[in-house]
């Protein structure tokens, strides 16, 4: 390609980044001056920017307050995305109890994403009593309008029958939908656990594989973990430790508890890893702090 052709198509690209830039930074100003004149929706929009530092200086505190102006004005995204400022103590003092009055106040303004974040919370009894029921109910709210999420974590409930009749054809449904969605990749999760059971859909090892494989590659630390087990027992894949411990690992890094476990056995064995007891003793307690009370007991008895 000619020098001067290679020049013209990088002034291109150079010119297309910063009309884009260029859009951005525009479309941040008129919020900011919407938000000004008392449009609380531009004021929810504006804070998102603020909060990711998109277009803006990263800036949680303002986001938080315009938030709150948002949520008084009946904005529900306002009020989710308070309360997850709230929840994590950022830009403003941690408040879990405030965030779930806010979740709720969110979720009936027509908040889907309030709706579904206050259905994981009555799942896990966090902050408030656990109500696998009450949770179901607000998935089954998130999922109706829309929200891929809550499809998920609905579908998690009829695959274990908590909350509500346990429907496997009714979980593979809803894990198929979300799954088709690259930004919830859970569902995939859920799917290829029921294609290894054959439970609601036909009995497919290598299916489950390739499932797991596409949630890991998501970032969900779940699907490595899955993954992780197919490698260790040679389900729907060659048998290889080597790739498990490799598995176990990124997803213990993520800090699921079940994975640091797996992987405290293979390094306490030597198998596709250096045998190391101590470090064993070292993820056992790790998976512990992340939730699995397996561990804890042992950590018990170890002690005892």
Sequence with gaps: MPATTIRLAILAVASAALVACNAGNREAKRLRESCDAGDATACNQFAVKLEKGEYVLRDEVQAALLFERACDAKVGDGCTSFAGLLQRGAGVKKDTTRAVTLLTRGCDMKSLEGCMRLGVLYRRGAVVPRDDARAATLFQQACDGSNIAGCAHLGALYAV??????????????????????????????????????????????????????????????????????????????????????????????????????????????????????????LRRQACDYGHAESCSKQVRGSA
Excluded: I
């Design 161 to 282: 029958g908590e909350g509500v009749s346990q429907d496997y054809a009714r979980a593979a449904t809803l894990f198929t939908r979300t799954c088709a969605d690259s930004t919830v990749v859970v569902g995939c999760v859920g799917l290829g656990r029921l294609h290894q059971a054959g439970a609601g859909v036909a009995k497919d090892d290598s299916l489950g594989v390739k499932l797991f494989k596409r949630a890991c590659n998501g970032q969900e630390s779940s699907g490595c973990f899955e993954l992780g087990m197919a490698n260790e027992l040679g389900r729907g894949v060659s048998q290889n430790f080597t790739r498990a411990a490799q598995l176990y690992r990124q997803a213990c890094d993520q800090k699921y508890g079940e994975a640091c476990a797996r992987f405290a056995d293979l390094v306490e064995k030597g198998a596709g890893t250096w045998r190391d007891p101590q470090r064993a003793a070292q």
